[in-house]
Every structure is written in structure tokens, then in C-alpha cells.
């Protein structure tokens, strides 16, 4: 059933014309984030000012409208999320979801620099799972793959969070020539501590420097790399997102693949994302988007803002066009990683 600006009340699903229904809402909370690193954004950003974002009871009330109406995931993200002033108010608010059981789970991606800080309130508030970017442990070359971060401070951040009983995942972008004889290292020291693995091929968002064209890994080669000392068991396991998993039998632990670009996950795709501004993106890799701010500002009532939702996931396409453009070295879509959310 495909959805139409008619037949969205609340209690109902989100369907899209291809009937997927809509379950994991993503949701950018910043654009900022206290690292630079090299596959996600320019050295110099210009960020957003702030009266272009959403405030955090805007916020609140669009992933509310989106709980009614049948999401059962949100994942908070960024830019990075910690990062924005007074943001724990945001998930106190939002736990309450949780505890009337319309929401199954509230997370968030983070690249752990303020983890030590807040992972207990987190853990407070009803997060049990959280997902960590961690591309190497060698502390310079984490400095030169972020520029501004600290290895210490993530890697405390992580002890923290594990201390407060959150299940700690591990994100790994793929770089060649950067981290690719890493990551066997990487799984090793992840599994070692109780922690999943998902390796992610580097996507075409954004003009960044150097050229995605240098930085491109395919996750098949990586794969077979480690099948070469390791074995790998597939999975059925979904946890709501686009990875595909595996048992690595040496080992005891789970690592994922994430692969956009040459395999790509569009046929189960069961999530939106929502930027800080209030653009609703029906897919990552498409430049159609809805405006949610707008409608939240004109009404105090939800009866506009669910109109409009409805008739962007009326438009979700069927999946992306994400390529590394070899010809003309540009990325598929010019908004970055950052303003949409990880």
C-alpha cells in the first residue's frame, strides 16, 4: 500500500511504495563535530549556523510524531551527536518512549571523544547499545585519519561505556593504503573486549580532500583477505541497519560489512534520516529530501508535520545511485556525511 498525505494517522505504519515499512528513524542532531576526519569532511568546515537547526523540543517532537506512527529504532547522530550543548536533555525526554514500550531502542553513533563524560547518564536514560568509529590504534595515524582527534580520550571513552553496561560496536571505515592491513589487528582487539566489528566502504558524499578515488576499499577484497586466516560463518542477524554479518570462528565475535558500493543494501532498507534542519531524507544516497521544519513551526498540532511525512515516504526511492565517479572525480551527492547523519 503505497502511503498518500490521506491515510497517515497516528498509530498507523510508514510504508513505502514498495512496501517497506519504515521502523528506524536516524537523526542528526549537529553538523559540528570536534574531529575533521579525512573520508567525512574538509579540513575547514563551514558549519550551519545555529538558528538554522532544530532546538532539541523540535526535535523531540518530530521523533515523537515518528514513534506514533510505527518507527521502533532511533539512532541519534551527528556530525557528533555529544557535542551539542544540553543534548542529554533530548534523550531523558526521548526515554520515555521506551519505558511506555513504543520505542524498542534508543542509541547513537559516536565517534567516543565525549563518551567518558556521558556514558553513564546514557546508560540512565535507557541505551543499552552504541556504535563507536574507530578506524586504527595507532595514535598518529588516528590524529592523521581525524586530524583533531585523540586516540586516549576515544579509547577511555570506550572503557567508560563498557563500564556503564552499554555493548559497545565498533565502526571501521576501510581506507586503502591507510588502514587496510589494520583491520585484521582492529577485529582482534575488538572481539578481545566483548565488542563487534562492522567494516564500512567509504562513501561519495561530499567534496573532500584527498579524492575518494585514493581512499576506495572493497569490502569483497577485504573479506577475502581475511578468509585467508580466518573463518568466516554467515549470519542471519540483523540488527536494523544495512550490515551483513558473520561468526568469525577464531575468534567468538561478530563482524559486519557495510557495502554501498558494491553490494549495496537498498531491497530491506527500513530507515529515513532527519538532519538537524529538519530535512527529511528518504535515502542516503539521493538528493530528493522533504521539509519537516516548516510544518513543525506553523502548528502547535502534529496534523501538517504527518502530512508531510507521509507524502516524503509516498516518494522513498528504490534505492541509490551511489558510484565513485572515476570520469569526473566528484562525489554522487555534494552534502557531506556530516549534515545528513552518520
Not at 588516528?142 to 582527534?149: E, L, S, V
Not at 577475502?224 to 536494523?240: K, M, N, V
Not at 504527518?306 to 507524502?311: L, S
Request: net charge neutral; charged share 25%; hydrophobic share 35%.
Amino acid at each position: 500500500m503505497r502511503p498518500t498525505s490521506a491515510n497517515l494517522d497516528a498509530g498507523t505504519t510508514l510504508m513505502d511504495p514498495f512496501g517497506r515499512t519504515i521502523t528506524y528513524l536516524r537523526v542528526s542532531v549537529t553538523d559540528r563535530c570536534d574531529f575533521r576526519c579525512v573520508y567525512c569532511m574538509s579540513e575547514h568546515m563551514t558549519f550551519l549556523p545555529k538558528s538554522d537547526l532544530l532546538t532539541l523540543e523540535e526535535l523531540d517532537r518530530v521523533c515523537s510524531v515518528f514513534v506514533a506512527n510505527g518507527v521502533r529504532k532511533l539512532r541519534i547522530t551527528g556530525g557528533e551527536p555529544l557535542v551539542r550543548r544540553d543534548i542529554m536533555s533530548l534523550f531523558r525526554s526521548l526515554s520515555r518512549h521506551l519505558k511506555t514500550g513504543d520505542l524498542d531502542e534508543l542509541t547513537l553513533t559516536t565517534n567516543g571523544s565525549q563518551l567518558a563524560r556521558y556514558a553513564s547518564e546514557l546508560a540512565d536514560c535507557g541505551v543499552r547499545r552504541i556504535n563507536v568509529s574507530v578506524d586504527t590504534l595507532d595514535p598518529e595515524e588516528f590524529h592523521q585519519i581525524t586530524r583533531w582527534g585523540d586516540l586516549d580520550k576515544v579509547l577511555a571513552g570506550i572503557d567508560a561505556a563498557q563500564a556503564a553496561g552499554l555493548k559497545v560496536k565498533i565502526n571501521t571505515v576501510a581506507l586503502k593504503g591507510i588502514n587496510e592491513d589494520e583491520i585484521a589487528g582492529l577485529m582482534e582487539w575488538a572481539h578481545g573486549r566483548g565488542a563487534d566489528l562492522t567494516l564500512i566502504e567509504v562513501m561519495p558524499l561530499g567534496d573532500i580532500e584527498p579524492s575518494r578515488l585514493d581512499q576506495f576499499l572493497p569490502l569483497s577484497i577485504v573479506r577475502a583477505r581475511l578468509s585467508a586466516s580466518y573463518t568466516l560463518d554467515d549470519l542471519d542477524e540483523r540488527t536494523g541497519g544495512p550490515a551483513r554479518y558473520v561468526r568469525v570462528k577464531e575468534t567468538g565475535g561478530t563482524l559486519g560489512f557495510i557495502t554501498p558500493m558494491t553490494h549495496n543494501f537498498c531491497e530491506s532498507c527500513n530507515r529515513v534520516r532527519l538532519t538537524c534542519t529538519g530535512k527529511l531524507f528518504m535515502c542516503l544516497g539521493q538528493e530528493d529530501s522533504a521539509d519537516l521544519r516548516t510544518p513543525i513551526r506553523l502548528s502547535e498540532g502534529n496534523e501538517r508535520l504527518e502530512r508531510t511525512i507521509a507524502e516524503a515516504i509516498s516518494r522513498k526511492p528504490k534505492g541509490h545511485d551511489f558510484i565513485i565517479d572515476r570520469r569526473h572525480n566528484r562525489p554522487a551527492v555534494g552534502r557531506h556525511m556530516s549534515m545528513t547523519g552518520g
